[in-house]
């Protein structure tokens, strides 16, 4: 089994529900061992609409990366994110893959760490509450130094 961490977040209709929704139904594949508490922050990146709720999801699967990323698609339709979707609209949920064990991975549909993780505070400050001394295995660094550099720079 490998030791996964989702991104969560919601900035459509009634957030709170929508991520708990959303966790409940990663239940089905997903044997989830932590949730982060929920920050709500401001949309980031050219994202429309209201404010985010944000969190993270560590958990263990059996399922491969693609299947991973295929179920979490799967959960987003479920509560109402429509697919396929403009890069910057408003979300009932967003489902994003953080890590996948230590793995390193860079396709077209799918890139493991996540690429904007170090960058971005709504997934770095819940992180530090349940993981803060994981490792990227890209930047070497634990996700308390990824925040604490970012933090830095704002």
Do not use: C, W
């Not at 999801?57 to 479920?78: D, I």
């Amino acid at each position: 089994m490998a030791k996964i961490f989702i991104g969560v977040g919601s900035n459509l209709g009634n957030r709170r529900e929508n991520i708990i929704k959303a966790i409940k139904y990663l239940e089905e594949k997903i044997e989830i061992k932590k949730i982060s508490s929920f920050i709500e922050t401001n949309p980031e990146e050219g994202v429309k609409g209201d404010k985010f709720l944000n969190g993270i999801v560590e958990g263990k699967t059996s399922l491969s990366p693609k299947r991973l990323l295929n179920f979490l698609h799967k959960v987003e339709r479920k509560i109402g994110r429509k697919f396929p979707h403009r890069k910057n609209e408003k979300r009932e949920i967003d489902l994003d893959i953080l890590f996948y064990d230590e793995l390193v991975l860079k396709e077209k549909e799918l890139t493991i760490p996540h690429p904007k993780l170090n960058k971005r505070y709504f997934v770095l400050n819940p992180f530090v509450e349940i993981a803060s001394d994981f490792i990227d295995p890209v930047s070497k660094k634990t996700i308390i130094n990824l925040y604490n550099q970012l933090i830095k720079k704002r």
